[in-house]
Structure formats: structure tokens, C-alpha cells
């Protein structure tokens, strides 16, 4: 049998072979809808809660930054209207504050007068108040990673097999577009900020994850075995050796998910999401390039102060 004959038979079957597959897809978009509308019937007062809280932190960061009318709930009496401070100071206070919390972390006039002059920058180029509601979306989701992804990472370091069988489920949140996590926010909670927020914390909740993961993981067995031999308990040699030790890693960690949620802006706009992302969807469909690049400046302002506030050496 030559090489023409195989070449014939090939092509004979061809046709039959590509067309049993093709008619045989596996449906796997039909398995995600229905398992989809089973999460959406049976969880939905769970989904509801979860966006209930959501809300209520974002409400509460957002008070803090902008300071709107209080009505009850951070001092002032219900039906009241009342500040925390005067409001033609609160941008200049907010800010007092940031670089106030830079000298705290970094100890550098320098950073402090980055931050300031940034901050000033935003306040002339009259984002304030979306650069807060993006902070608000921020701050948020590395509240959420944080308090959830430092535990697993510490979990996972000291239980090789758990991250084993956690990798390949990190590696998948990573790797998918950020645009399908808005299909399952949508789904389940709607249009605004809180689908904004959770698909953000899907999508940066593998980075503290991980680095936290790999700052316990490399905790010299030297330490670890002094601290042992000193007759010191697991939770003992955890608080007062491995995660001192890991403190650069897990702040890398908050670090890039500062910067991971930032890249979310834009994104998390096109789910009713306030903030600096409103503008540049809005320069993207009217084709309008000086609010496009005064938005996404400015986006790139809040990134390098954030970076610069959070950066820490070790030493």
C-alpha cells in the first residue's frame, strides 16, 4: 500500500470523521447555564445577603472618602443632615490623611510629597469624586482577598497536598478573560458596584493567595526548628516567626491586588461600576480622546501612589 493510497483513504474518511465529531459537541456552555440557573434558584437568598454586605461596605468606605449627607448611621441623627468636617476642606483632608498613612508606612518626605501632589493633580483635574468611588472599589476587594486569601495561603503552605489540588483552580482564575467573570456577576447580582466588586475579588484573589503561599513556604526550617526547640507551639512559631518572615511577601501580595483591582476599573464600568472606568467607556464610544487620556492618566496616577504607599523592602 503506497503513499497515494494512504493519502486516499484519508481523504475518503475524512469528511465522515470530521462530521461525527463535529455533530457529537459536548455541551459544556448547557451544562454551565443549567448549573447557573440551579446556583441562581437554590443560593439566591445567599447571593442577596452577600450583596447586602457588599453594599453596606462600599456605602461605608465611599462615606469616608466623599462624606454625602449622613443619615443616621456614622453620628448624626436620622433624618438629619450632618459632616464629618466642612465640605469645601474634605478633598484636602482626605488627602492630610493619605500622606499622614504614607510618613506612617514608608518614613520618606519624598513618597509623601508624591502622594500629595498626586492627590492635588486629581483634585485639578476635577476627578475627585470618580477617583474615590474607583478607591471605594479598591479598598473593597483587598479588604475581601486579603482577610480570604492570607488564610488560604497560609493553609496551603502548610499543607503541600491543598495546594496541589488549589493550584490548577488558581491557574484557571487567572488565565480566563476578566469579561467572563461579569457573566456569573450579572447573573447573580445584578448591575452596580457590588458586580463590579466580585468579579474583581474572582479575578485578584489568586495573587495574595499565592504570595502569601510562598512567603510562609519559605520560611527557613532553621527558624521554624528554633522556635520548635524553644518549646514553642504551632500557633506561636506561625504569629511570631513565619509570618514576620512572610510580611514582604503577603504586603507584595496586598500590593498586587491594589494594582490587579485598578486594572478591573474600566472593566468592572462595563457592569454599572462608578469610578474612573465611567469616563473612559464613555471616551471609547464617543471617540473622544482628551477624556480618554485625562481618565486613563489619571489612572495611572492612583496606580503609582498606591504602589508607592504599599511598597515594602525587606530588610
Known sequence: ???????????????????????????????????????????????DGLASVMETMIAFILALLQDP????????????????????????????????????????????????????????????????????????????????????????????RLYSWMRPVLDLMQTLPTFVYLIPAIVFFGIGMVPGLIATVIFVLPAPIRLTHLGIASTPAALTEAAEAFGATPRQTLWKVELPYALPQIMAGLNQTIMLSLSMVVIAALVGADGLGVPVVRALNQVNTSLGFESGFVIVVVAIMLDRMLRMERK
Open 69 to 160: 449627607p449622613n443619615t443616621g448611621w456614622l453620628g448624626a441623627p436620622r433624618g438629619e443632615i450632618a459632616y464629618l468636617y466642612p465640605q469645601e476642606f474634605h478633598p484636602l483632608i482626605v488627602i492630610a490623611l493619605f500622606v499622614a498613612l504614607t510618613w506612617w508606612l514608608q518614613r520618606s518626605w519624598k513618597i509623601c510629597a508624591l502622594i500629595a501632589v498626586g492627590f492635588l493633580f486629581i483634585l485639578n483635574q476635577d476627578y475627585w469624586e470618580e477617583t474615590t468611588e474607583s478607591l471605594t472599589l479598591v479598598l473593597s476587594a483587598c479588604v475581601v482577598c486579603m482577610a480570604v486569601g492570607v488564610p488560604i495561603g497560609i493553609a496551603a503552605a502548610h499543607r503541600p
Open 1 to 47: 500500500m503506497g503513499l497515494r493510497d494512504v493519502r486516499g483513504a484519508l481523504s475518503h474518511c475524512k469528511g465522515p470523521c470530521m462530521n461525527w465529531l463535529t455533530d457529537r459537541k459536548i455541551p459544556i456552555g448547557k451544562w454551565a447555564a443549567g448549573a447557573f440557573d440551579w446556583l441562581q434558584d437554590v443560593g439566591q437568598p445567599f447571593f
